[in-house]
T-cell receptor
Framework: AQSVTQPDIHITVSEGASLELRCNYS??????LFWYVQSPGQGLQLLLK??????LVQGIKGFEAEFKRSQSSFNLRKPSVHWSDAAEYFC?????????????FGAGTRLFVKA | DAGVIQSPRHEVTEMGQEVTLRCKPI?????LFWYRQTMMRGLELLIY????????DSGMPEDRFSAKMPNASFSTLKIQPSEPRDSAVYFC?????????????FGQGTRLTVV
C-alpha cells in the first residue's frame, strides 16, 4: 500500500537560514508528488508538484523540491527562510488506484522560525 | 471560480446530535475528497468520490459517518450521532483528472466541536 512519511514532526530554523524538509514515499511506480503548506486556521495551499521530467521542481514562495527515485524521496528546500514561512508543511502522494487517483498525505512537519 | 466552498466554517454541537458538513467542489473537477485533521492523527483521508461515485471509504472511522455526492457540485459528510472524539477540522478537496493535473484544491475547512 502506498504511504508517505515525514520523519520530522517539527523543525526550528533561524530566519535567513536554509531549510530542508524530508519526505519519503512508498509506491510501486512513480507517483505524483506534492508539497502543501497550511497556515494556522487555513486550508492547504499547493507549493509545488512533480509529475515527470526534470526532477528538480520550483514552486511558489521560493521553495523547490527534488525527486530522487533511488531514495524514494521528495525533499522540500528553501535557501533562506523568512519569518512568514512558519507554518505546517505536508508532503502528499497521488497514486492511481482502481477507480482513479487517490491522494494521501504525510503527518506534516511544523516549521518554527526564530529571529 | 471561487474555489472549494465548505459550510459551515464552525460547528458546535452537543454529543448525540446529527451533524452535516457541506462541500461545493470546483466546477469541472472529477474527484472530491473528505479529510479529517486532528492533532493526534494528522490529516486522514476519510472517503473520496470520482464522478460522484464513492471509490474508497476505508478511512471512514465508523458507521456513524456517511458521505454522499448527489451531483457533481455538492457533497455532504454526515455524523450521526456525534461524539466528542469527532471534534476535528474537516476538509473537503477536489481535483481534476487531467494529465499532470491531480493536485487537490482545499476548502477552508469546517471546525467541528462536539461537547
Amino acid at each position: 500500500a502506498q504511504s508517505v512519511t515525514q520523519p520530522d514532526i517539527h523543525i526550528t530554523v533561524s530566519e535567513g537560514a536554509s531549510l530542508e524538509l524530508r519526505c519519503n514515499y512508498s509506491y510501486g511506480a512513480t507517483p505524483y508528488l506534492f508539497w502543501y503548506v497550511q497556515s494556522p486556521g487555513q486550508g492547504l495551499q499547493l507549493l509545488l508538484k512533480y509529475f515527470s521530467g526534470d526532477t528538480l521542481v520550483q514552486g511558489i514562495k521560493g521553495f523547490e523540491a527534488e525527486f530522487k527515485r533511488s531514495q524514494s524521496s521528495f525533499n522540500l528546500r528553501k535557501p533562506s527562510v523568512h519569518w512568514s514561512d512558519a507554518a505546517e508543511y505536508f508532503c502528499a502522494v497521488a497514486t492511481l488506484n482502481t477507480g482513479g487517483f487517490k491522494t494521501i498525505f504525510g503527518a506534516g512537519t511544523r516549521l518554527f522560525v526564530k529571529a | 471560480d471561487a474555489g472549494v466552498i465548505q459550510s459551515p466554517r464552525h460547528e458546535v454541537t452537543e454529543m448525540g446530535q446529527e451533524v452535516t458538513l457541506r462541500c461545493k467542489p470546483i466546477s469541472g473537477h472529477d474527484y472530491l475528497f473528505w479529510y479529517r485533521q486532528t492533532m493526534m492523527r494528522g490529516l486522514e483521508l476519510l472517503i473520496y468520490f470520482n464522478n460522484n461515485v464513492p471509490i474508497d471509504d476505508s478511512g471512514m472511522p465508523e458507521d456513524r459517518f456517511s458521505a454522499k455526492m448527489p451531483n457533481a457540485s455538492f457533497s455532504t459528510l454526515k455524523i450521526q450521532p456525534s461524539e466528542p472524539r469527532d471534534s476535528a477540522v474537516y476538509f473537503c478537496a477536489s481535483s481534476f483528472d487531467g494529465q499532470g493535473n491531480t493536485e487537490a484544491f482545499f476548502g477552508q475547512g469546517t471546525r467541528l466541536t462536539v461537547v
